[in-house]
């Protein structure tokens, strides 16, 4: 099993950096998720191979599937209705590695019954100062398209029936090795969207479909700190990361639309129970203002767009755009299956390492509390 300082380290530092580790030629992950909430279910199956080729190259890739079973008028089902949507997910990345210098470059496409993505991006990992400091930086983009039921909007693109969504996305980190047991590290990344942002199918009380505004300019500046107690076998970390979205550019003077900002403050505390089992506990809460056209309907019903408001009248009761408070403790067990070479046929799985956490979400939006089980194995070969 990793010891806990390496596995504090690499958490923090990403397992992106060149010689963090000596590993076999290849590893194959299976990841399991269960996302359960009042009115939807989430099954979300995961496989992930890497593979290291001669020369500093590697190779990695990934399948996963959402299933999404929920009753809403979100996917443009009737009220109440059941039903049942698939998302395919399918990645690849070619990374090489020289002594001191990462890059890598990557492909994603996401495929649903109403929305497909593509997107590719490239990354480059440095380290300096006898590798007691990391930079990092990505940037990349993508080009979406969302489908439309029932309905024909002012968008559609040349294909004459869908919507398209494109981003242009980026992003800097430093981490710091402040001392043997000890690390740091600040993130900072952007995302700029335009076309169409909304929810296809969700509707407004008086105003109708919900309407966005067609640019969104998402920011993130985060920071993250680490520390391992070698007597105690335990390491700490705590991460903060405030969020903030802009209407890129002006508006003919109008206030902007947005204004949508969030608080994110996360604790973690590894602890190894004995050689070959480790605990992680960990705690999370999240508070989000929402934009500034987002209006609870039920309970404050003239705060709608009208002939005197801004002129850009968009409008959305989405809770998860709303004034969001989430609490998310979570529970897991990461364990080194070492012992299994004794036993009969599960000595396949001896040299891998398997997972298992639950947590609970505790929401004060209309979606409610959910349960969240996730499990993995991972198996170097």
Avoid at 293 to 304: E, I, L, T
Avoid at 319 to 337: F, Q, S
Wanted: hydrophobic share 40%.
């Amino acid at each position: 099993m990793k010891h806990p300082a390496f596995t504090l380290l690499l958490t923090v530092v990403g397992a992106s950096l060149p010689g963090a580790a000596v590993r076999a030629t290849g590893e194959v992950t299976i990841r399991g998720a269960y996302y359960r909430e009042a009115s939807t279910r989430v099954i979300q199956p995961v496989v992930e191979i890497q593979e290291d080729l001669p020369k500093g190259f590697d190779i990695q890739t990934h399948y996963l599937l959402d299933a999404i079973t929920s009753a809403s008028v979100n996917a443009g089902a009737a009220a109440d209705q059941i039903f049942t949507e698939t998302r395919n997910e399918v990645g690849l990345g070619v990374g090489k590695n020289w002594q001191r210098t990462r890059l890598a470059l990557n492909y994603q496409y996401s495929a649903e019954s109403d929305y497909w993505s593509h997107a590719l991006w490239a990354s480059l990992v440095r380290r300096f100062w006898g590798d007691t400091a990391t930079i990092g930086a990505f940037g990349g983009f993508s080009l979406d398209s969302v489908l439309f039921r029932g309905r024909t909007p002012t968008c559609l693109a040349a294909d004459g029936f869908s919507c398209p969504l494109d981003s242009v996305f980026a992003g800097v980190a430093y981490t710091q090795v402040l001392s043997p047991v000890s690390i740091a590290q600040i993130n900072l990344d952007t995302a700029t969207l335009w076309g169409f942002l909304a929810n296809p199918y969700r509707q407004v009380a008086m105003v109708g479909y919900e309407v966005f505004p067609e640019r969104r300019l998402r920011t993130a500046l985060s920071a993250r700190v680490a520390y391992y107690f070698p007597s105690y076998s335990t390491g700490l970390q705590l991460q903060y990361r405030y969020y903030r979205d802009f209407y890129p550019g002006s508006l003919d003077g109008a206030p902007d639309p947005w204004g949508l900002s969030a608080h994110t403050i996360e604790g973690r505390i590894y602890h190894r129970l004995r050689r070959d089992l480790e605990v992680r506990l960990l705690y999370r809460q999240y508070l989000q203002q929402p934009p500034a056209f987002w209006c609870d309907v039920g309970s404050n019903p003239g705060c709608m767009p009208s002939a005197s408001a801004p002129p850009w009248n968009y409008a959305s009761s989405d809770p998860a755009i709303g004034p969001v408070r989430t609490e998310y403790p979570e529970i897991k067990l990461i364990w080194d299956a070492d012992a299994l070479r004794e036993v009969p046929f599960f000595r396949w799985f001896a040299a891998g390492t398997f997972e298992i956490s639950y947590g609970r979400y505790i929401q004060n939006d209309a979606f409610g509390s959910a349960h969240v089980l996730q499990t993995s194995y991972s198996m170097p070969y």
